[in-house]
């Protein structure tokens, strides 16, 4: 009898303890789910900090680009309006050093942050203004002419796709080669295609930007 209320003792106590050990593994198991609860949410915060500076970063390139581009457009503009100048001077040497600058600023112009369809038809117009820049750096001052015609047409071309910070006038003149344009910063007409010879003919055809 004694020995056995010894053994019940014996197996209450263990009980007790298998008990205590359960209750002490549950503990550790919900310490350690709640661990593993807040790293997953301090890795899906990394991410997601890292998310927001990737697209900070993005939208920060992007505006980089964007403000080269029109850098660059503005370059070309400036180049252009230095050979308009240098025709309406009638000055060949000039116009053949204002071509060549104007072909070097084509060729390094980037379209990268346009749409696809934009950046294809910017290729065709730029290849074709480079061409005609390229004949005009090594021509006499009738071809100079000829080709500013063309290159004037893609300018006008490349400017309604890219748009330009500042005030333009597009001019007409209706006596050249059957009706010619070009591009000014000033409203008032100075033939590029006639030079002193008919310095006033021409008109304001559009006002751009």
């Not at 252009?80 to 071509?99: E, F, H, I, P, Q």
């Not at 290729?123 to 750096?137: F, N, R």
């Not at 009738?142 to 796709?161: G, N, P, W, Y």
Request: charged share 30%.
């Amino acid at each position: 009898m004694k020995h056995l209320k010894v053994t019940t003792s014996v197996l209450a106590l263990a009980f007790v303890g298998l008990t205590a050990m359960s209750c002490k593994d549950g503990k550790k198991e919900e310490h350690s789910d709640d661990a593993m609860n807040t790293e997953m949410s301090s890795e899906e915060g990394h991410h997601h900090e890292e998310g927001m500076e990737h697209d900070e970063m993005d939208e920060s390139n992007n505006t980089m680009n964007s403000e080269a581009q029109a850098s660059d457009v503005k370059q070309v503009m400036a180049d252009y309006m230095s050979l308009k100048d240098a025709l309406v001077a009638t000055d060949k040497d000039a116009a053949a050093k204002a071509g060549k600058t104007l072909e070097s600023a084509l060729r390094g112009l980037n379209i990268s942050s346009y749409t696809a369809e934009q950046q294809k038809e910017l290729k065709d117009i730029v290849a074709d203004a480079t061409e005609h820049a390229e004949h005009i750096g090594k021509s006499e001052m009738d071809h100079q002419r000829e080709h500013f015609k063309t290159l004037s047409k893609d300018m006008i071309d490349m400017v309604a796709i890219t748009g330009i910070d500042s005030k333009m006038y597009q001019m007409h003149c209706p006596m050249y080669d059957g009706g010619s344009e070009w591009l000014s910063m000033e409203k008032e007409v100075k033939n590029p295609y006639y030079g002193s010879k008919m310095m006033g003919c021409g008109k304001v055809e559009k006002e751009i930007n």
